[in-house]
T-cell receptor, first 110, second 112 residues
Framework: GEDVEQSLFLSVREGDSSVINCTYTDSSSTYLYWYKQEPGAGLQLLTYIFSNMDMKQDQRLTVLLNKKDKHLSLRIADTQTGDSAIYFCAEFYGANNLFFGTGTRLTVIP | NAGVTQTPKFRVLKTGQSMTLLCAQDMNHEYMYWYRQDPGMGLRLIHYSVGEGTTAKGEVPDGYNVSRLKKQNFLLGLESAAPSQTSVYFC???????????FGPGTRLTVL
């Protein structure tokens, strides 16, 4: 079955860059996603990358994809306290579904 | 537009009781999903539906049933609740054109 791995916790100081990592197993995944979950809320899509891309930049967010190593990362530049949340990577598999990682809880220290 | 709504927001059940969680969407999306979220395990797919009148099993379907009688509603039922079903339940929807899923705010269920 699918397996998407993330480290559970990350702490950074306000203003530093955060890098959240993810490894996945299905090399046929067409899309890979990053979702953000704030306390007490549902998940919101942050960004996604198509599998034929190596990098995607969206304002403070940079997604890097290494297909050979099946490694996905999300870099948040100039991390702010409002970025404190749980971040999930997800891969699209089969015809219909997303498979989510365990989530990384990002804590931003003022 | 309300987007994706879930009722109730919180519920406490005793072992063996039954209940139904309702997911409603006003986005006219074809696909609807029920997930459960447990600490350290991410989201796991329970059941999903690709259109009105259809349902399919996800990763962890045991102990749950679903129905999609109307396109805008997706119901998740627990016939005989167990403590292992204590979790936060999320509903999500998407169109058939794009893969982005839109999530509801969640239902926190505790089974004593």
């Amino acid at each position: 079955g699918e397996d998407v791995e993330q480290s559970l916790f990350l702490s950074v100081r306000e203003g530093d860059s955060s890098v959240i990592n993810c490894t996945y197993t299905d090399s046929s995944s067409t899309y890979l996603y990053w979702y953000k979950q704030e306390p007490g809320a549902g998940l919101q899509l942050l960004t996604y990358i198509f599998s034929n891309m190596d990098m995607k930049q969206d304002q403070r967010l940079t997604v890097l994809l290494n297909k050979k190593d099946k490694h996905l990362s999300l870099r948040i530049a100039d991390t702010q306290t409002g970025d404190s949340a749980i971040y999930f990577c997800a891969e699209f598999y089969g015809a219909n579904n997303l498979f989510f990682g365990t989530g990384t809880r990002l804590t931003v220290i003022p | 537009n309300a987007g994706v709504t879930q009722t109730p927001k919180f519920r406490v059940l005793k072992t063996g009781q039954s209940m139904t969680l309702l997911c409603a969407q006003d986005m006219n999306h074809e696909y609807m999903y029920w997930y459960r979220q447990d600490p350290g395990m991410g989201l796991r797919l329970i059941h999903y539906s690709v259109g009105e009148g259809t349902t399919a099993k996800g990763e962890v379907p045991d102990g749950y049933n679903v129905s999609r009688l109307k396109k805008q509603n997706f119901l998740l039922g627990l016939e005989s609740a167990a403590p292992s079903q204590t979790s936060v339940y999320f509903c999500a929807t998407r169109t058939s054109f794009y893969n982005e899923q839109f999530f509801g705010p969640g239902t926190r269920l505790t089974v004593l």
